[in-house]
C-alpha cells in the first residue's frame, strides 16, 4: 500500500508541471503575436505617415507653435499666462504683477506681440525677517554698502535668514528655466542625454517652469494647429487621438522639441497603439539667454554697485558679442503703479525666429536708493571739537542706477542748539553719559547744511563750522532720494567735544597776604583748572618765560619749587623782582589731529623780596614754635612749618630789612639752676648753643647769691638778607635782677621767690612784661634746688620782681612782696583796676550760649558776642594791622574800602585756669568775606553773584561765576549795575550786562535794537 501511494504522488506533481510548461508556452506564444502585430503596426504607421504627408504636417505646426511660444515666453519675462495656453496664473495688477511695453517702438512688428505683459525679473525684498524694508535701517542697519555686498553677493550665503534668492536689495521675480522632472533635471540618462547632449540648469529648479510653461503652452497650442481628421480616409486602418504629449530638452546652443501623439491602428480583430513622435531642434540659445538673465538678475539684487545697463558684457556671466541690452527707463508713462520701472531687453542676434533675432525682456521694480552707513568708528557717527568744521560727504547708491538727490533735516538745518555748561557741570556723571540731555534746542530754521558753500557746489555734501555753543551731542538727519520720492535715510549722532579752557591761577600759603603776591623766598602753589566737559586733559604746561620756567604736569597743583627748604629756598624759586607774565596750557587729544595744547592762559603775578607774613604768637625760624587751636574741640596743634612763621625781617613794603631784632628770649631763675645745664627748660644752651653767656659782675656771685633772682636773655637781630629767617648777630647776657633776704625760722628756710619759669609772651614787642598774677605751683627756688621745704600757701601769688619780672596770666597786673613768713603781701597800684587779685578776674560771656541757631562756639559774627567786653576787626594794610574795637557792632573800619578785608571775633574758649572755673580766656576766629554773605555784608560790602574771575587782573577769564562773591573787600573791586543785574569788576571803567563785566570799548547788544552798544568808560553808547 506504501508503494502505490509514493507511486501517485510523482504522477501528480508531474501533472503540475505538464500543466505549467502548457501554460509558459501558451503566454510566450501571445508576446511573440502581440510583439509581431506592434512591429506591424508600426509600419503601417511610418508608410501612412510617408503617404500622407502627415510629417511634414505636423511638423510646420510644431515649428509654428514653437516660436510663437519661445518668442512670447520670451517677451514676458519667463511666463506664458493661462489665458494664453500656458500654465502660469494669469496677472491681474499693471504695476504690481506686470508692465505693458509697446515691443513695435524699438522692433518689428512680430505677430500679436507688438504689447506684451511683461513680468517682473526684481522685486523690492519686503521679508522683515531678511531686511528692514523702511529707513533708516533699510535694507540694514548700521551697515555700509560694501559689507551689504559682501553678505550677500554669494548665492551659496544664508544672510540674515534670506534664501539663496534674495537679496538686500530685492529678490528674484523671474520664474526658474527648468522643471526638476523635465528632460534637462539632475542626473539625467537615457537615449536624449547621449545624444542631445544637453546640461543641467545653473539657477536651480522648480515647479512651473519656463520648460514646463513651454511644454504645456506647446501641447494646448498643436491640439488647435494639427487637424488628423483630413487623413481619416488614408486607408491604412489608421486614426490618431489628438491628444498630444510635448517635451522641450534644452542645450547652450538650441534647444530640441518632441510631440508624441497616440495612433491607433486595426490588424484583423486587434487593435494596436503606437506612439508616434514628432522632433523638431531650432538653433535658438534660449538657455543661454536665460541664464544669462539670471545671471544679471542675481548680481543686480545682490551687490548695489552692479549696474545692468553699463556691466552687461560679462562673459563669465554668459554674455558674447551677438548679445547686446537695452533699456527702457519708465517706459509706462500711464501706469500709475509702475510708472517708475524700467524694463530690460536682452537681444540675441545668433537665435533668429522668423527672421528677428531673439528678444528676452523683464521688468524691474523701482526700488529706494540706499544710503552709505555715515561713521567714524567711535562711540558717536561724527566727532568733532569745537571751532572745527564737520564735513558730511553722504554717499548713495540707488539700485536702479537713478539718479538721487541728498538733503538734510534736524540739528542746524531745522534748528539750532546751545549746551548747558552749568546744568553739565552740576551733574557732570550724568552729562557725561548722556550729553544730549544738556543740549537745549531752539526752533529757528538756519538751514546751516543746506546753505553751505560746499552743498551748493555739489548737491551733496555739506558743511559747518561749531562754536563753544555746540557743545554736545546732536542729531542730523541725512536723506538720499529718487526721482519717485523713495528715500534713505541716517539718523547721524554728531558729537561735538569741547576744547579746554586753562584757567591758571597761584596762590601763597598766607592768609593775610593776597595770593597775586610771591616772593623770592616763600612757596608758590600754581593752581591749574580746566573747564573742559568731554575731553579729558592729558597735562597742564606751565612757563614763566621771564625766569625761563617750564614744568609739564598731569598734577593739578605744581608747588615752587618742589621739594621745599626754608634754607635754600631763594636759591630755587623765583629770582625776579617785578611783575610774572606766568601762561597755562592744557594737552589734550583731538580726533583729527591727534594731541593738541590750547592757546597759553596768563595770569600776573607780582614777585617780591619777600613777603610780611604776620604771626605774633611765634618767632621765625629757626625759632619758631607754631600753636594752633581748634576753636571747635579746644585741642592744640602744633605746625613745624618754619613759613608760617613771623617774617620779623620783611617789613610791609615787601622788602628785607637788617638791624632790627627779630629774636628776644629772656628766662629767670637762681644762678644754681643757671649753671646746671642738665635741669631741661631752665638756662639751657638750646636753641643757641654756640653763644657764650656774658654775666655782668661775676664777682658779685657769691655763696648767698645763689638764691638770687637772675635773668638771662638772648638777642638776635636781621642781618638784611632774608626776610623770614632770623639768622643775623647773635647777643646774651644773664644779670642779677635781685637778691632775696634769708629769713631762719624754726622751720626750715623759706622764701617767696617769683613765678615760675618760663617763657615771656612774645606777642608784646619783645619788653619785660609788667609782673602780674601767676598760678604758683607752690615749689620754692629753694625747696627745688637747695633742699628747702618751705612753700607759699596761696593758690596764686604775685611776683616779687617789681618791674622787673612778668606774669604768666590772669586778667588784670598787680605788684607784690613777701612777708618773710611763707604768704605774699598784695601792694596795689591802682586800688580802682586791683584791689585783689583773687576776686577781681572778670568772667567772660557769650551771648550766644543761649541762642537756638548757633553752636555755642562764636559762630555768628553778626551778633553782640562780648568776650572782655571787645570785638576787633581788622585791614591789611601794607603788612600791618590796624585795629578797632567796639563793644557791640562788628565791622571793620571805614578804610578798608581799598585793602583785603578779614573780620575776627574773639570768644570765650572754655577753658577755666583757675578753680572758680571762669571762663577768663578767649580764643580767636577769623572769618573771610568772600566765603560768607554775612561777614561781606558785616564788613560793609555788597554780595554779588556774578563778575570777573579774576578781580585785580587783566580781565582774562571773564565770565559768570558759579558762587556767591563779596565785591570791596579786596584791592582792585568795584560794585557795578545795569538794566537790573550787577557784577564785581575790577575796573571802574567797565561796564556790565547780565552780570558779567564788559572791559572798555568791547560791544554787546543790551537792549531791544538790533544794533550792538559799546562800553565808553562805565556807560554803554
Given at each position: 500500500?506504501?508503494?502505490k501511494?509514493?507511486?501517485f504522488?510523482i504522477?501528480i506533481?508531474?501533472?503540475?508541471?505538464l500543466?505549467?510548461?502548457?501554460?509558459f508556452?501558451?503566454?510566450?506564444?501571445?508576446?511573440?503575436?502581440?510583439?509581431?502585430?506592434?512591429?506591424?503596426?508600426?509600419m503601417?504607421?511610418?508608410?501612412?505617415?510617408?503617404?500622407?504627408?502627415?510629417?511634414?504636417?505636423?511638423?510646420?505646426?510644431?515649428?509654428?507653435?514653437?516660436?510663437?511660444?519661445?518668442?512670447?515666453?520670451?517677451?514676458?519675462?519667463?511666463k506664458?499666462?493661462?489665458?494664453?495656453?500656458?500654465?502660469?496664473?494669469?496677472?491681474v495688477?499693471?504695476?504690481?504683477?506686470?508692465?505693458?511695453?509697446n515691443?513695435?517702438?524699438?522692433?518689428?512688428?512680430?505677430?500679436?506681440?507688438?504689447?506684451?505683459?511683461?513680468?517682473y525679473?526684481?522685486?523690492?525684498?519686503?521679508?522683515?525677517?531678511c531686511?528692514?524694508p523702511?529707513?533708516p535701517?533699510y535694507?540694514?542697519?548700521?551697515?555700509?554698502?560694501?559689507?551689504?555686498k559682501?553678505?550677500?553677493?554669494?548665492?551659496?550665503?544664508?544672510?540674515?535668514?534670506?534664501?539663496f534668492?534674495?537679496?538686500?536689495?530685492?529678490v528674484?521675480s523671474l520664474?526658474?528655466?527648468?522643471?526638476p522632472?523635465g528632460?534637462?533635471?539632475?542626473?539625467?540618462?537615457?537615449h536624449?542625454?547621449?545624444?542631445?547632449?544637453?546640461?543641467?540648469?545653473?539657477?536651480?529648479?522648480?515647479e512651473?517652469?519656463?520648460?514646463?510653461?513651454?511644454?504645456?503652452?506647446?501641447?494646448?497650442?498643436?491640439?488647435?494647429?494639427?487637424?488628423?481628421?483630413v487623413?481619416?480616409n488614408?486607408?491604412?486602418?489608421?486614426?490618431?487621438?489628438n491628444?498630444?504629449d510635448s517635451?522641450?530638452?534644452?542645450?547652450?546652443?538650441?534647444?530640441?522639441?518632441?510631440?508624441s501623439?497616440p495612433?491607433?491602428?486595426?490588424l484583423?480583430?486587434?487593435?494596436i497603439?503606437?506612439?508616434?513622435?514628432?522632433?523638431?531642434?531650432?538653433?535658438?540659445?534660449?538657455?543661454?539667454?536665460?541664464?544669462?538673465?539670471?545671471?544679471?538678475?542675481?548680481q543686480?539684487?545682490?551687490?548695489?554697485h552692479?549696474?545692468?545697463e553699463n556691466?552687461?558684457?560679462?562673459p563669465?556671466?554668459?554674455?558674447?558679442?551677438k548679445?547686446?541690452?537695452?533699456?527702457?527707463?519708465?517706459?509706462?508713462?500711464?501706469?500709475?503703479?509702475?510708472?517708475?520701472?524700467?524694463?530690460?531687453?536682452i537681444?540675441?542676434?545668433?537665435?533668429?525666429i522668423?527672421?528677428?533675432?531673439?528678444?528676452f525682456?523683464?521688468?524691474?521694480?523701482?526700488?529706494?536708493?540706499?544710503?552709505?552707513?555715515?561713521?567714524?568708528?567711535?562711540?558717536?557717527?561724527v566727532?568733532?571739537k569745537?571751532?572745527r568744521?564737520?564735513?558730511?560727504?553722504?554717499?548713495?547708491?540707488?539700485?536702479?542706477?537713478?539718479?538721487v538727490?541728498?538733503?538734510?533735516?534736524?540739528?542746524?538745518?531745522?534748528?539750532n542748539?546751545?549746551?548747558?555748561?552749568?546744568?553739565?557741570?552740576?551733574?557732570?556723571e550724568?552729562?557725561v553719559?548722556?550729553?544730549?540731555?544738556?543740549?537745549?534746542?531752539?526752533?529757528?530754521?538756519?538751514?546751516?547744511?543746506?546753505?553751505?558753500?560746499?552743498?551748493?557746489?555739489?548737491?551733496r555734501?555739506?558743511?559747518y563750522?561749531?562754536?563753544?555753543?555746540?557743545?554736545?551731542?546732536?542729531?542730523?538727519?541725512?536723506?538720499?532720494?529718487?526721482?519717485?520720492?523713495?528715500?534713505?535715510?541716517?539718523?547721524?549722532?554728531?558729537?561735538?567735544?569741547?576744547?579746554?579752557?586753562?584757567?591758571?591761577?597761584?596762590?601763597n600759603?598766607?592768609?593775610?597776604?593776597?595770593?597775586?603776591?610771591?616772593?623770592?623766598?616763600?612757596?608758590?602753589i600754581?593752581?591749574?583748572k580746566?573747564?573742559s566737559?568731554?575731553?579729558?586733559?592729558?597735562?597742564?604746561?606751565?612757563?614763566?618765560?621771564?625766569?625761563?620756567?617750564?614744568?609739564?604736569?598731569?598734577?593739578?597743583?605744581?608747588?615752587?619749587p618742589?621739594?621745599?627748604?626754608?634754607?635754600?629756598?631763594n636759591?630755587?624759586?623765583?629770582?625776579?623782582?617785578?611783575?610774572?607774565?606766568?601762561?597755562l596750557?592744557?594737552?589734550?587729544?583731538?580726533?583729527?589731529d591727534?594731541v593738541?595744547?590750547?592757546?597759553?592762559?596768563?595770569?600776573?603775578?607780582?614777585?617780591?623780596?619777600?613777603?610780611?607774613?604776620?604771626n605774633?604768637?611765634?618767632?621765625?625760624?629757626?625759632?619758631?614754635?607754631?600753636?594752633?587751636?581748634d576753636?571747635?574741640?579746644?585741642?592744640?596743634?602744633?605746625?613745624?612749618?618754619?613759613?608760617?612763621?613771623?617774617h620779623?625781617?620783611?617789613?610791609?613794603?615787601?622788602?628785607?630789612?637788617?638791624?632790627?631784632i627779630?629774636?628776644?628770649?629772656?628766662?629767670?631763675?637762681?644762678?644754681?639752676?643757671?649753671n646746671?645745664?642738665?635741669?631741661?627748660?631752665?638756662?639751657?644752651?638750646?636753641?643757641?648753643p654756640?653763644v657764650?653767656?656774658?654775666?655782668?659782675?661775676p664777682?658779685?656771685?657769691v655763696?648767698?647769691?645763689?638764691n638770687?633772682?637772675w635773668?638771662?636773655?638772648?638777642?638776635r637781630?636781621?642781618?638784611?638778607?632774608?626776610?623770614?629767617i632770623?639768622?643775623?648777630?647773635?647777643?646774651?647776657e644773664?644779670?642779677?635782677?635781685?637778691?632775696?633776704?634769708?629769713?631762719?625760722?624754726?622751720?626750715?628756710?623759706e622764701?617767696?621767690?617769683?613765678?615760675?619759669?618760663?617763657?615771656p609772651?612774645?606777642?608784646?614787642?619783645?619788653?619785660?612784661n609788667?609782673?602780674?598774677?601767676?598760678?604758683?605751683?607752690?615749689?620754692?627756688?629753694?625747696?627745688?634746688?637747695?633742699?628747702?621745704?618751705?612753700?607759699?600757701?596761696?593758690?596764686?601769688v604775685?611776683?616779687?620782681?617789681?618791674?622787673?619780672?612778668?606774669?604768666?596770666?590772669?586778667?588784670?597786673?598787680?605788684?607784690?612782696?613777701?612777708?618773710?613768713?611763707g604768704?605774699c603781701?598784695k601792694?596795689?597800684?591802682?586800688?580802682?583796676?586791683c584791689?585783689?587779685?583773687t576776686?577781681?578776674?572778670?568772667?567772660a560771656?557769650?551771648?550766644?550760649?543761649?541762642?537756638q541757631?548757633?553752636?555755642?562756639?562764636?559762630?555768628?559774627?553778626?551778633?553782640?558776642?562780648p568776650?572782655?567786653?571787645?570785638?576787633?576787626?581788622?585791614?591789611?594794610?601794607?603788612?600791618?594791622?590796624?585795629?578797632t574795637?567796639?563793644?557791640?557792632?562788628?565791622?571793620?573800619?571805614?578804610?578798608?574800602?581799598s585793602?583785603?578785608c578779614?573780620?575776627?571775633?574773639?570768644?570765650?574758649?572754655?577753658?577755666?585756669?583757675?578753680?572758680?572755673?571762669?571762663?577768663?580766656?578767649?580764643?580767636?576766629?577769623?572769618?573771610?568775606?568772600?566765603?560768607t554773605?554775612r561777614?561781606?555784608?558785616?564788613?560793609?560790602?555788597?554780595?554779588?553773584?556774578?563778575?570777573?574771575?579774576?578781580?585785580?587782573?587783566?580781565?582774562?577769564?571773564?565770565?559768570?561765576l558759579?558762587?556767591?562773591?563779596?565785591?570791596?573787600?579786596?584791592?582792585?573791586?568795584?560794585?557795578?549795575?545795569?538794566?537790573?543785574?550787577?557784577?564785581?569788576?575790577?575796573?571802574?571803567?567797565d561796564?556790565?550786562?547780565?552780570?558779567?563785566c564788559?572791559?572798555?570799548?568791547?560791544?554787546?547788544?543790551?537792549?531791544?535794537?538790533?544794533?550792538?552798544?559799546?562800553?565808553?568808560?562805565?556807560?554803554?553808547?
Amino acid at each position: 500500500m506504501v508503494g502505490k501511494r509514493g507511486q501517485f504522488t510523482i504522477f501528480i506533481v508531474l501533472g503540475f508541471v505538464l500543466i505549467a510548461a502548457f501554460a509558459f508556452l501558451l503566454f510566450a506564444r501571445g508576446l511573440v503575436v502581440q510583439e509581431r502585430l506592434k512591429l506591424q503596426a508600426e509600419m503601417v504607421v511610418q508608410e501612412a505617415i510617408r503617404s500622407n504627408n502627415i510629417n511634414f504636417y505636423v511638423k510646420s505646426c510644431l515649428e509654428r507653435v514653437t516660436d510663437d511660444a519661445v518668442y512670447l515666453l520670451s517677451l514676458q519675462g519667463g511666463k506664458l499666462y493661462e489665458n494664453q495656453g500656458g500654465s502660469w496664473p494669469n496677472p491681474v495688477d499693471v504695476g504690481k504683477d506686470y508692465l505693458i511695453s509697446n515691443l513695435s517702438a524699438s522692433f518689428y512688428n512680430i505677430s500679436f506681440y507688438n504689447y506684451t505683459n511683461i513680468s517682473y525679473g526684481i522685486k523690492p525684498n519686503l521679508n522683515s525677517s531678511c531686511v528692514f524694508p523702511s529707513p533708516p535701517n533699510y535694507p540694514l542697519a548700521n551697515t555700509s554698502l560694501d559689507i551689504i555686498k559682501r553678505e550677500y553677493h554669494n548665492k551659496s550665503i544664508l544672510a540674515n535668514s534670506c534664501d539663496f534668492y534674495t537679496g538686500a536689495l530685492g529678490v528674484v521675480s523671474l520664474p526658474k528655466l527648468c522643471d526638476p522632472n523635465g528632460t534637462n533635471r539632475l542626473n539625467a540618462s537615457g537615449h536624449n542625454a547621449s545624444f542631445y547632449r544637453f546640461g543641467t540648469c545653473k539657477f536651480g529648479y522648480d515647479e512651473n517652469s519656463a520648460q514646463e510653461q513651454l511644454q504645456t503652452y506647446i501641447a494646448n497650442a498643436l491640439e488647435i494647429c494639427v487637424d488628423f481628421s483630413v487623413f481619416e480616409n488614408i486607408g491604412y486602418n489608421v486614426t490618431v487621438i489628438n491628444d498630444p504629449d510635448s517635451t522641450v530638452t534644452f542645450s547652450n546652443k538650441y534647444f530640441v522639441a518632441n510631440v508624441s501623439y497616440p495612433f491607433k491602428v486595426k490588424l484583423g480583430r486587434s487593435m494596436i497603439t503606437i506612439d508616434q513622435g514628432f522632433e523638431l531642434k531650432k538653433n535658438i540659445r534660449l538657455k543661454q539667454v536665460y541664464e544669462y538673465a539670471q545671471a544679471l538678475i542675481e548680481q543686480e539684487y545682490k551687490d548695489i554697485h552692479f549696474n545692468i545697463e553699463n556691466d552687461f558684457r560679462n562673459p563669465f556671466l554668459g554674455w558674447d558679442t551677438k548679445i547686446s541690452l537695452v533699456r527702457q527707463v519708465n517706459p509706462c508713462i500711464d501706469c500709475e503703479a509702475g510708472k517708475f520701472d524700467d524694463i530690460f531687453q536682452i537681444v540675441d542676434n545668433e537665435s533668429l525666429i522668423r527672421g528677428h533675432p531673439l528678444v528676452f525682456q523683464f521688468a524691474v521694480k523701482n526700488r529706494a536708493p540706499v544710503l552709505d552707513w555715515i561713521d567714524f568708528g567711535q562711540r558717536y557717527n561724527v566727532v568733532v571739537k569745537e571751532g572745527r568744521e564737520i564735513v558730511i560727504n553722504p554717499f548713495g547708491k540707488d539700485p536702479d542706477e537713478n539718479i538721487v538727490f541728498y538733503n538734510y533735516s534736524g540739528w542746524m538745518e531745522h534748528f539750532n542748539s546751545t549746551f548747558d555748561e552749568i546744568g553739565c557741570s552740576q551733574d557732570y556723571e550724568a552729562c557725561v553719559v548722556n550729553p544730549a540731555l544738556y543740549v537745549e534746542n531752539q526752533n529757528f530754521v538756519v538751514r546751516n547744511w543746506s546753505s553751505s558753500e560746499l552743498y551748493r557746489e555739489t548737491g551733496r555734501n555739506a558743511s559747518y563750522r561749531t562754536s563753544r555753543k555746540d557743545i554736545g551731542l546732536h542729531h542730523t538727519l541725512v536723506h538720499v532720494v529718487d526721482d519717485q520720492g523713495l528715500e534713505d535715510y541716517q539718523n547721524v549722532s554728531i558729537m561735538v567735544y569741547d576744547v579746554p579752557i586753562a584757567v591758571p591761577s597761584g596762590r601763597n600759603i598766607y592768609e593775610n597776604i593776597g595770593n597775586r603776591n610771591a616772593s623770592k623766598e616763600d612757596p608758590y602753589i600754581l593752581d591749574a583748572k580746566a573747564l573742559s566737559y568731554f575731553t579729558g586733559v592729558l597735562e597742564f604746561e606751565w612757563r614763566d618765560e621771564w625766569e625761563g620756567y617750564l614744568n609739564r604736569t598731569d598734577k593739578n597743583e605744581t608747588p615752587i619749587p618742589d621739594p621745599v627748604n626754608i634754607e635754600d629756598i631763594n636759591t630755587k624759586n623765583f629770582t625776579k623782582v617785578g611783575t610774572h607774565n606766568i601762561t597755562l596750557s592744557l594737552k589734550y587729544f583731538d580726533e583729527y589731529d591727534g594731541v593738541q595744547w590750547t592757546t597759553p592762559t596768563m595770569m600776573l603775578v607780582e614777585v617780591h623780596q619777600c613777603l610780611p607774613h604776620r604771626n605774633p604768637n611765634t618767632a621765625p625760624y629757626p625759632y619758631h614754635y607754631i600753636e594752633t587751636i581748634d576753636s571747635y574741640d579746644d585741642q592744640i596743634k602744633v605746625e613745624n612749618n618754619p613759613f608760617l612763621a613771623d617774617h620779623t625781617c620783611c617789613n610791609d613794603n615787601y622788602e628785607i630789612t637788617d638791624g632790627n631784632i627779630c629774636y628776644y628770649f629772656e628766662e629767670y631763675g637762681s644762678y644754681k639752676s643757671l649753671n646746671d645745664l642738665s635741669v631741661d627748660g631752665r638756662f639751657s644752651e638750646i636753641p643757641f648753643p654756640d653763644v657764650n653767656y656774658n654775666i655782668n659782675n661775676p664777682n658779685y656771685i657769691v655763696d648767698e647769691s645763689d638764691n638770687d633772682i637772675w635773668m638771662r636773655n638772648f638777642t638776635r637781630r636781621c642781618d638784611g638778607t632774608r626776610g623770614n629767617i632770623c639768622q643775623g648777630d647773635r647777643a646774651q647776657e644773664v644779670i642779677n635782677i635781685t637778691g632775696c633776704d634769708d629769713f631762719t625760722l624754726d622751720m626750715p628756710d623759706e622764701r617767696c621767690s617769683g613765678p615760675p619759669i618760663q617763657n615771656p609772651d612774645f606777642s608784646i614787642e619783645f619788653s619785660i612784661n609788667n609782673p602780674g598774677c601767676a598760678e604758683y605751683d607752690e615749689t620754692t627756688f629753694e625747696a627745688e634746688f637747695q633742699g628747702g621745704t618751705g612753700s607759699c600757701n596761696y593758690t596764686e601769688v604775685c611776683s616779687t620782681l617789681g618791674n622787673g619780672g612778668f606774669g604768666t596770666g590772669g586778667d588784670y597786673f598787680c605788684n607784690a612782696t613777701c612777708d618773710g613768713f611763707g604768704d605774699c603781701d598784695k601792694t596795689i597800684l591802682d586800688v580802682n583796676f586791683c584791689d585783689d587779685c583773687t576776686l577781681l578776674e572778670e568772667n567772660a560771656n557769650d551771648a550766644e550760649e543761649n541762642s537756638q541757631t548757633c553752636n555755642n562756639n562764636g559762630d555768628c559774627p553778626e551778633r553782640a558776642t562780648p568776650c572782655y567786653g571787645s570785638k576787633e576787626g581788622r585791614c591789611d594794610i601794607g603788612g600791618c594791622y590796624q585795629q578797632t574795637q567796639t563793644t557791640n557792632i562788628e565791622t571793620c573800619p571805614n578804610d578798608c574800602s581799598s585793602f583785603d578785608c578779614v573780620f575776627n571775633e574773639y570768644y570765650p574758649t572754655n577753658v577755666h585756669p583757675d578753680t572758680r572755673n571762669r571762663k577768663e580766656t578767649c580764643f580767636l576766629k577769623e572769618y573771610n568775606p568772600d566765603v560768607t554773605q554775612r561777614t561781606c555784608e558785616t564788613c560793609g560790602q555788597i554780595w554779588t553773584a556774578g563778575g570777573q574771575g579774576t578781580i585785580g587782573g587783566t580781565g582774562t577769564g571773564r565770565g559768570d561765576l558759579n558762587e556767591g562773591y563779596c565785591c570791596g573787600d579786596d584791592a582792585n573791586e568795584y560794585y557795578l549795575s545795569y538794566g537790573g543785574t550787577s557784577a564785581c569788576c575790577d575796573e571802574t571803567s567797565d561796564c556790565v550786562f547780565n552780570g558779567i563785566c564788559y572791559e572798555d570799548g568791547d560791544g554787546e547788544n543790551v537792549d531791544a535794537d538790533p544794533a550792538e552798544e559799546s562800553c565808553n568808560t562805565g556807560v554803554w553808547w
